[in-house]
């Protein structure tokens, strides 16, 4: 069973920085893709930033230009750098490891939820 171990998360002002690491532990068949979902309260989940296997790197509206992705494949670890923080950034932040294709196996997994909070 894949595991994910988040760390980084907590409390910060306005304009400050946080870092926020995932480490996966066991195995996904074939290619994956590893990276950062939050949801606000009240609010859908969404994509902060995600990169797969190969390197592709994918950012959400909110990320780009701000927060930066980085990953280690050959030992499934996924960063977020994330500077210029706002407090519209308040959320719980999810770390996610997904098999590339769903078919003809489908994986998907989440992190615990790291609370990052931003205050003015």
Request: glycine content about 14%; hydrophobic content about 30%; charged content about 20%.
């Amino acid at each position: 069973q894949v595991q994910l171990a988040e760390s980084g998360g907590g409390w910060v002002q306005t304009g400050g920085s946080l870092r926020l690491s995932c480490v996966a532990s066991g195995s996904i068949l074939g290619s994956d893709v590893m990276g950062w979902y939050r949801q606000a309260s009240g609010k859908q989940r969404e994509l902060v930033a995600e990169v797969t296997s190969g390197g592709t790197i994918s950012y959400g509206d909110s990320a780009e230009g701000r927060f930066t992705i980085s990953r280690d494949a050959r030992r499934h670890t996924v960063d977020l750098q994330m500077d210029g923080l706002q407090p519209e950034d308040t959320a719980v932040y999810y770390c996610n490891r997904r098999r590339s294709r769903s078919y003809p196996l489908r994986q998907n997994y989440w992190g615990q939820g790291t609370q990052v909070t931003v205050s003015s």
